[in-house]
């Protein structure tokens, strides 16, 4: 058991529909845990409480709240971590002025972001601020490497029950489109410390009349660890831009930007100001010193320009300056055609990892402005990882949608731990102020590497330490023997970073006599391959580095079960304890927005019970808790019960939801444990619970739906009211009375 008083599991708490989904949840939890005498904390990881836990000094006793997310950063690396994580926002700009504006509203005395800090004051603020954007959180948290997979229970029921997947043509004009030259691929270097380079490095900017100005400085690495550098040229960049816009007007499809604004969070929001600019050119360069005087920032997207301009004497002629231009320009990919919100509204609103498998499993089709689908040019600017959804779509043209009731599954065992890759929410992505050099310097003096930059182009490193890797390596022989299946590393000898890492993969994989049992592959073969397999019912694991994880377990899990939110994802952290991922699933922003509106909830939680039986299971082994490993079972055993009876949370109104779903859970979790027989005392405590539950479902489940179909309050988006959604999310006097969660 957890020492110091502390609690045996901690359940994050998060943002949006998950964390919505855990006002109704986490009660049953805690009543069945308690029986087994384990208890259930939670810390505070959600966009609002970082901010809040950002600015003590602003706010009241009764405002204040510890830095949680600091104090799990330390937990993880205790040999007794057993945490829980669910899926939390990865804030864009956007998204994080949303959250402080509301919190300001609630009460907080919150500073306002500076957009152009000038006092020292102001820049301390826009760090602390800048430090909660993008992917702020999984670094912190992730002190292990990914497994992540298909439960056997969740895909047996995919295979059983296919979701619905769009026709293929082979006459498709959907194509992805990526840069052929001066983009972060082709300027990486790559090259692994040694024992005299190790310890502080600085990266510095040199302009062309010599002035020194040091970016970075004190960016500490042990040695072995893979140190990489790149950069993206702004001019390459906006003449691929121009280019595609031309391109996609006359192919008469839909223009789509696919990015990762939220976990890149430096570099490609900036990519995405350069779309905005590009697709806007002609009212950009005609109206530059307005819009600049207006704070516009193409960065923030079309959504932001637009409100802007209603403020302004000259908004109402430019908005129409600008309706005319998108006339003649290729129509965008819609994120709602409805609402009219684009491809180039907000920069977090069409994530690469989401929008991509979405848009393969419709069969290459988007949503354009006339509210109809259309094929897209899928424009993904930096060529790494572009092969990889390249090659999904030429594989769907020649072979036809993939067939969930027969399509094997791709596991993924994901390099990530010790921030490892972290390729854009790292502190060492700069926009370059002026032409020059920017260079990294060991701290013996040697130059790790060197790049001749123009203003504007983005520079950014990443590494990758020693240890990490070989854990990894050590996982994949580990899940592949588990497997009996084929294994890839997802690897390209030409490119820098891979080559690296090649070097270190090979001789570990000869060390464990198992080179025969991988093979070593760039992305666009393996991508290739991977879809051969499955195809033909097989099972693969993809070996990947931490982009490609966390593409992949998008990818395939959308296209295999429909969704991403059902994976099993377990994190072994590197000095003994357990962090189980609730799926690779978003917070699903639109969800909120139906029980808002409607008091439905189509959150589905069962990648939660999935981590919610690992971490039990996990318990029981290290504290040899027998009652704990039941429970885990006995979870596992629910599960199965709300696939095998449909008790899943429909799309609409009048369907089950999300909390119907968890009365079901809790209906099959206390019947299993009544059940079982080999705890006699656990059997008893649970048997009148599953009784009392199972008598009283019809009264149970008209409690739930009451209301339904009417605007609900919860006291807030980001940061909602606890008795306000509880009372939304746990409405029924009978199963809280039972369960004793009143």
């Known amino acids: 058991m957890a020492g110091n008083n502390s609690p045996d599991i901690i359940y994050t708490k998060v943002d949006e529909a998950p964390q919505l989904a855990s006002a109704s949840l986490l009660p049953i939890i805690r009543t069945f845990a308690a029986a087994a005498g384990i208890s259930v904390g939670t810390k505070d990881i959600s966009l609002a409480g970082r901010i809040i836990a950002a600015f003590p000094e602003n706010l009241t006793d009764a405002q204040r709240q510890p830095d949680d997310l600091a104090e799990l950063g330390e937990l993880v690396k205790q040999p007794d971590a057993n945490v829980i994580k669910l899926p939390n926002i990865s804030a864009s700009g956007p998204q994080l002025l949303a959250a402080i504006a509301e919190l300001q509203s609630q009460g907080y005395d919150l500073p306002d972001y500076p957009e152009d800090p000038t006092t020292e004051a102001e820049k301390s603020v826009r760090a602390r601020y800048d430090a909660i954007k993008g992917s702020a959180v999984n670094p912190v948290l992730r002190e292990g490497n990914s497994d992540r997979r298909a ?30 030259g001066g983009d972060f691929r082709a300027n990486e270097t790559s090259v ?24 970075k400085d004190g960016v500490v690495f042990p040695a072995g660890t893979v140190v990489d550098a790149t950069f993206m040229s ?33 570099s490609d929001p900036i990519l995405f100001g350069h779309a905005v600019t590009a697709y806007l050119k002609p009212v950009f360069e005609k109206h530059a010193a307005v819009l600049d005087a207006a704070g516009v920032d193409p ?113 993924n065992v994901g390099l990530m731990a010790q921030k490892a890759e972290e390729y854009g929410s790292h502190p060492t992505t700069f926009e370059v102020p002026a032409d020059g050099i920017v260079r990294m310097i060991a701290a013996n003096g040697d130059i790790l590497h060197e790049h001749t930059v123009e203003a504007g182009d983005i520079w950014r490193s990443a590494n990758t330490r020693r240890a990490p890797i070989e854990n990894w390596v050590e996982l994949a022989i580990e899940r592949q023997a588990a497997e009996g299946c084929d294994a890839i590393f997802w690897l390209d000898e030409t490119r820098a970073h891979d080559a690296q890492l090649i070097k270190l993969v090979v001789p570990l994989l000869a060390a464990a006599g198992v080179s025969d049992k991988f093979r070593i592959m760039a992305p666009r073969a393996a991508t290739s391959v991977s ?19 966390d593409y992949l ?21 590197m000095n003994g304890g357990g962090l189980f991922e609730t799926g690779a699933g978003g917070s699903a922003p639109k969800h909120v927005q139906q029980l808002v509106e409607q008091n439905h909830l189509r959150w589905d939680s069962l990648g939660e019970f999935c981590a919610l039986g690992e971490s039990l299971k996990y318990f029981g082994s290290v504290n040899d808790s027998a009652k704990a490993r039941l429970l885990g079972v006995a979870v596992d055993a629910a599960t199965q019960g709300i696939l095998d009876n449909n ?14 779903s968890h009365f079901f859970f809790a209906l099959y979790w206390a019947q299993a444990l009544a059940e079982q027989t080999e705890d006699a005392a656990l059997a008893a405590h649970f048997a009148p619970i599953a009784e009392a539950l199972a008598a009283n479902e019809a009264k149970i489940t008209d409690e739930l739906a009451a209301g339904r179909g009417t605007a609900v309050d919860i006291g807030g988006y980001y940061h909602s009211d606890p008795i306000k959604t509880a009372a939304v999310m746990a409405p029924s006097a009978t199963l809280n009375q039972i369960l004793g969660t009143a």
Request: hydrophobic share 45%.
């Open 151 to 180: 439960a056997a229970a969740v895909k047996k029921y995919a295979m059983a029950n296919p979701h619905s997947m769009g026709a293929w043509s082979a006459d498709s004009k959907t194509h992805v489109s990526t840069m052929s």
């Open 192 to 215: 692994t410390l040694t024992d005299a380079q190790a310890g502080a490095a600085r990266i510095e900017h040199v302009k062309a009349d010599g002035t020194v100005t040091v970016l």
């Open 234 to 266: 702004a001019k390459a960049l906006d003449d691929f831009l121009a280019e595609q816009i031309a391109a996609t007007k006359q192919d008469g499809i839909l223009f789509s930007l696919h990015l990762k604004a939220t976990m890149m969070k430096v």
């Open 299 to 411: 960065n923030s997207g079309l959504g932001t320009m637009f409100a802007a301009l209603e403020t302004m004497p000259e908004g109402a002629a430019i908005r129409a300056e600008i309706d005319a231009l998108m006339a003649e320009r290729p129509p965008l990919y819609m994120v709602n055609s409805d609402k009219g919100i684009t491809n180039l509204h907000v920069p977090s609103d069409v994530i690469i990892d989401a929008s991509m498998p979405a848009l393969i499993r419709a069969g290459g089709k988007g949503w354009g402005p006339d509210g109809a689908e259309a094929d897209a040019n899928c424009v993904i600017p930096d060529s790494s990882y572009a092969p990889v959804y390249d090659a999904a779509i030429a594989d769907c043209k020649e072979n036809g949608a993939l067939d969930p009731t027969t399509a094997g599954t791709v596991q």
């Open 531 to 549: 879809f051969e397999t499955i195809r033909a019912g097989k099972n693969t694991i993809a070996v990947t580095g931490n982009v490609l994880r």
């Open 553 to 573: 377990t998008d990818l395939f899990p959308i296209l295999e079960l429909g969704t991403s939110a059902k994976m099993l994802s377990i994190v072994k952290l």
């Open 647 to 660: 008790k899943s949370p429909g799309r609409k109104v009048g369907q089950p939801d999300n909390r119907d």
